[in-house]
């Protein structure tokens, strides 16, 4: 029963860019009594935030474990916990980042919205964005990339997406800021053409990406009203 319990939870994704509580309490509602009691315990270590274990703190060796007592699906939900038990900032995240593991990695791309207020993580995003690993761009054009990362950065990330496969739906803000982007358009319709010439089919998020480019239209004037039968204008 319990492998199967965790071969359901695996098709299902934890929403990592809702409110820690919330998604504290999801996380919690997939775990079996074995792995909750870990979680807790992992989380109040790292509110207390101990002495190190060598030269890793207690709980860093916690992110490291989270995918052996959390399951695969739920481990990046478990270690954005962990991070923000630890009020880790960018220092920690960045050496994280550093010297963790492509999934120890993501959780930070995915713990930075919640983290960090400014730009001072953005090195990290930038890092992700020149890897081809498709899970890490995914996280790293989340929430904190949508408000920060220049338009030069962004639209490039966006191409990124279309070049790897990645879904565009992992864009955070993406209507927002590709609204009304003419320079995205025309970069967008260089892309289609040389797909095009090379004959090589064109992604359809490309399409849909395009249409967003397009500026907001404004409302139609009101239409006159019935003309006065004397001619007058009131």
Same mark, same amino acid.
């Given at each position: ?114 983290? *960090? ?50 879904? *565009?739906?992992? *864009? ?63």
């Amino acid at each position: 029963m319990r492998d199967a319990h965790h071969r359901r939870d695996d098709a299902a994704s934890l929403p990592l860019s809702d409110s820690l509580a919330d998604l504290r309490a999801t996380l919690t509602s997939r775990l079996d009594a074995s792995a909750r009691t870990w979680l807790a315990r992992a989380l109040d270590e790292a509110s207390a935030r101990p002495g190190t274990h060598g030269p890793i703190s207690a709980w860093e060796l916690r992110l490291a474990e989270a995918g052996r007592r959390c399951g695969p699906a739920r481990a990046d939900a478990a270690r954005v916990l962990i991070l923000h038990a630890a009020r880790a900032d960018t220092a920690d995240l960045t050496r994280v980042y550093d010297q963790g593991t492509a999934d120890e990695r993501r959780a930070v791309l995915h713990a930075l919205p919640h983290l *960090v207020s400014g730009p001072d993580a953005l090195p990290l995003v930038e890092d992700a964005l020149r890897t081809n690993d498709t899970r890490l761009l995914a996280a790293a054009v989340g929430p904190y990339a949508a408000r920060h990362l220049d338009p030069h950065q962004w639209r490039h990330a966006v191409l990124k997406c279309l070049f790897t496969g990645v879904a *565009v739906d992992h *864009v955070a803000e993406l209507d927002r800021r590709a609204r009304g982007d003419a320079e995205l358009a025309r970069m967008l319709a260089d892309y289609a053409a040389e797909r095009t010439a090379a004959d090589r089919p064109v992604p359809g998020d490309l399409h849909r990406v395009l249409a967003l480019t397009e500026p907001a239209t404004s409302s139609p004037p009101p239409s006159p009203g019935p003309a006065d039968p004397h001619g007058k204008e009131s």
